[in-house]
């Protein structure tokens, strides 16, 4: 298994290319379909999926772009069904002042659940607390965070969706993964696991 950070993406936001064998994911979609496009070539890869960690606009920036060119179904979390298509929902008419919707998802997954694509098997955690549907990606010993936790902070909860409640129990429940897994986040550098929950302790014993 390969992992290729597709920077850069808009708004900083990290879009990770999954790659075994001849099957690749896509975790967020932020980059140029063109930088999407050539390193599925040079992977000589064909891309399976859109995995989504949450709906927020900078995490989906360039998915209808993508989608159209390589025919990948979109995965999004059912917490999160309503925000791609809704301006207001996904953050985008409030940094903006003005609406954009983003294609909905052509599957939505619980908590729980399964995702496997050849060899590539996901097992999706929801984190609510960012966003009602914040999910990470789990496949080995590595997690794709989204905007859930980052190597040094973890994400804003004053958006529609967000919860300050339930962003400290999803913190305590990714803490009962081991602390030597590498999460890969929606922003900024990865980072070891327990590095990154020594960062925010104190949020956490709130």
Not at 13 to 30: E, M, Q, R
Not at 122 to 151: E, N, W
Not at 193 to 203: M, Y
């Amino acid at each position: 298994m390969e992992i290729q950070n597709l920077t850069p993406g808009g708004y900083a936001g990290n879009c990770y290319l999954v790659t075994s064998g001849h099957t690749a994911v896509l975790i967020d979609c932020t980059a140029p379909v063109t930088c999407v496009t050539e390193a599925l070539q040079k992977a000589n890869a064909t891309l399976a999926a859109i995995l989504l960690t949450h709906g927020h606009f900078d995490h989906m920036l360039t998915v209808a772009e993508v989608k159209a060119a390589t025919g990948a179904a979109i995965y999004l979390s059912r917490g999160d069904e309503e925000l791609p298509a809704d301006g207001a929902k996904n953050a985008f008419s409030l940094f903006f002042g003005f609406d954009r919707s983003y294609p909905t998802a052509d599957h939505l997954f619980d908590d729980g659940a399964s995702l496997t694509f050849g060899d590539l098997s996901f097992r999706v955690m929801c984190t609510p607390g960012h966003t009602r549907g914040s999910s990470l990606f789990l496949i080995d010993d590595i997690a794709f965070t989204g905007d859930t936790i980052f190597a040094a902070g973890y994400g804003r909860y004053d958006l529609f969706g967000g919860d300050p409640l339930a962003l400290q129990q999803s913190l305590s429940a990714i803490a009962t993964l081991p602390a030597t897994t590498t999460i890969y986040p929606g922003h900024g550098a990865p980072a070891k696991l327990g590095t990154a929950l020594n960062e925010i302790k104190n949020f956490m014993e709130l």
